[in-house]
Nanobody, 132 residues
Framework: QVYLVESGGGSVQSGGSLRLSCAVSGYIYTSYCMGWFRQAPGKEREGVAT???????SYADSVKGRFTIFRDNAKNTLYLQMNSLKPEDSAMYYC??????????????????????????WGKGVLVTISS
């Protein structure tokens, strides 16, 4: 079992920055893919940024150059640094993990040998609101 708790959401003006954190606890797997996903009202959930156990990172095209995903293994924490925020970045942001062999990060999502991974564990999410 893996537990994920997000923090760092809030409201900022367009052009501002936020850093989201995801505290990870429970069984620590050696092979995994983790990341950040978001869902805006009336829209489908989308992958934002992911990182796998090899350290490979991936981003959705809409956030490339503005968002950075990174982890602090000593603190068991996953981060998402968000810069140059836009109103269209407003959404609930969720931390998620897929913990099995063969998971890898690509285009802001996690994949398994059969395709896009549905993710095994999810946090409750944090709200990010960007005003223009």
């Amino acid at each position: 079992q893996v537990y994920l708790v997000e923090s760092g959401g809030g409201s900022v003006q367009s052009g501002g920055s936020l850093r989201l954190s995801c505290a990870v606890s429970g069984y620590i797997y050696t092979s995994y893919c983790m990341g950040w996903f978001r869902q805006a009202p009336g829209k489908e959930r989308e992958g934002v940024a992911t990182i796998d156990s090899d350290g490979t990172t991936s981003y959705a095209d809409s956030v490339k150059g503005r968002f950075t995903i990174f982890r602090d293994n000593a603190k068991n924490t996953l981060y998402l640094q968000m810069n140059s925020l836009k109103p269209e970045d407003s959404a609930m942001y969720y931390c998620a993990a897929s913990v099995a062999w063969g998971r890898y990060a690509s285009d802001g999502n996690c994949y398994n040998p059969e395709g896009r991974d549905p993710m095994d564990y999810w946090g409750k999410g944090v709200l990010v609101t960007i005003s223009s």
